[in-house]
């Protein structure tokens, strides 16, 4: 995926930037169900806010 296609997948909301979960799970080649299950798995490496 190019810098300026990931770039416009940034969103910001209330003042976060934030990626959609089928957009990084596209970026990271996986389906999104396999995305949210490896966060569930590693909610511990992820900052709490």
């Known amino acids: ?10 969103y910001e ?5 934030v ?3 089928f957009d ?3 970026l990271y ?3 999104t ?3 949210k ?3 569930r798995r590693n909610l511990d490496i992820f900052p709490d806010d």
């Open 1 to 10: 995926m190019q810098l300026q296609v990931i770039q416009k997948k940034i």
């Open 13 to 17: 909301i209330r003042g976060q930037k």
């Open 19 to 21: 990626m959609l979960d």
């Open 24 to 26: 990084l799970a596209l």
């Open 29 to 31: 080649e996986v389906e």
């Open 37 to 39: 299950q490896a966060v």
């Open 33 to 35: 169900r396999v995305l």
